[in-house]
């Protein structure tokens, strides 16, 4: 019998490369499709079968499905802060496009899709569930785009056969983010004992491995054309940045910066990158996203999918003692 392989597009980012690390330590034969001029530091001690190429490829992508039962697609473009969009759709849209086209050609067993958890609902006076449709429009393009190649998944569910199921998880902490992701960044920061601040909002989190290996269960019991919640629970900046400043032995962050502070802030830069015609990272947007963000119900994922996340404290201290073990990142 031919055994079927495992394969992670995306495998170098922090969610492919854990994605990928589970499926080796579960005994599975994984093929890993990426960039050639992506780092793959994150998992260069594995054994794995790589291939190299991107999204737009079709040869490339319909040779890298061969022989495979599973795909677990884990490509975003998370640049929130471009002043110009396209890029933004480009990658997580029309990219998405030729990597579902493909996937319908492969025949495959289960198709599972990284979404967001920008693209839930908001919601004041509960816990969002998956059953709530998306019902806010300030997220700019980046959340448009992303709800767009979500509904793109579940149009190939729907319509074309694809045995896709989708995946939204929250903030993410854990070791090995060495590229940093923009909040693993921060946290690198108030790891080396250079950041004092916490920010005035809290979000939805959850570990990294934990994300991870509920992307590795929606393959065998996620329903098809069915989406997922991925979170362990909501937590203020300030206790994340202190749980990871204890952990190191660190000062605990001291001094907080309102939502009104950083939305002022974030216009400012707003206007900066306008006047010097360059994209900086720290866009009004996102903190309007973090202002807007609800708490969240996983609870569909532990029932339907036997998902159960450790406490996310535990991941925050791994990704400070990551960042304080490889100076910064």
């Known amino acids: 019998m031919t055994v079927k392989m495992k394969l992670v597009i995306g495998a170098s980012g922090f969610l492919g490369s854990h994605v990928t690390r589970q499926l080796v330590a579960d005994g599975h034969d994984v093929r890993v499709m990426v960039r050639r001029t992506s780092s793959t530091r994150g998992i260069d001690d594995l054994d794995v079968q790589g291939c190299f190429g991107d999204v737009f490829d079709d040869e490339a992508l319909r040779a890298a499905m061969s022989d495979c039962d599973d795909v677990y697609y884990c490509v975003v473009d998370a640049r929130m802060w471009l002043r110009d969009p396209a890029p933004l759709y480009r990658t997580n849209v029309e990219g998405l496009r030729h990597v579902l086209d493909a996937a319908v050609a492969a025949d495959l067993r289960r198709f599972v899709f990284t979404s967001t958890a920008g693209t839930l609902a ?33 149009e190939y569910a729907r319509d074309r056969g694809l045995p896709a199921v989708a995946l939204c998880p929250s903030t993410t902490y854990g070791p090995g983010d060495w590229q940093p992701t923009p909040h693993g960044a921060v946290l690198a920061q108030v790891a080396a004992g250079r950041f004092p601040f916490y920010f005035g909002f809290s979000s939805e989190v959850v570990g990294i491995e934990d994300a991870a290996r509920a992307m590795v269960l929606a393959a065998d019991r996620g329903r098809v054309g069915e989406r997922y919640i991925v979170s362990d629970r909501y937590l203020s900046t300030r206790e994340v940045h202190e749980i990871a400043a204890e952990e190191v032995g660190g000062s605990k962050p001291r001094i907080g910066l309102p939502l009104r502070l950083l939305s002022v802030a974030a216009h400012g830069n707003d206007l900066a990158a306008r006047l010097l015609k360059r994209d900086l990272p720290f866009a009004a947007v996102g903190i309007k996203m973090a202002e807007l963000m609800s708490p969240l119900d996983h609870s569909k994922a532990t029932r339907e999918l036997g998902w159960e996340p450790k406490p996310v404290e535990e991941s925050i201290r791994k990704a400070a003692e990551f960042f304080a073990a490889n100076g910064g990142r």
């Open 122 to 154: 908001i919601n004041a006076d509960r816990p969002v569930t998956e059953a709530d449709p998306h019902n806010w429009t300030e997220g700019g393009a980046y959340i448009d785009a992303r709800v767009a190649a979500e509904n793109l998944v579940m």
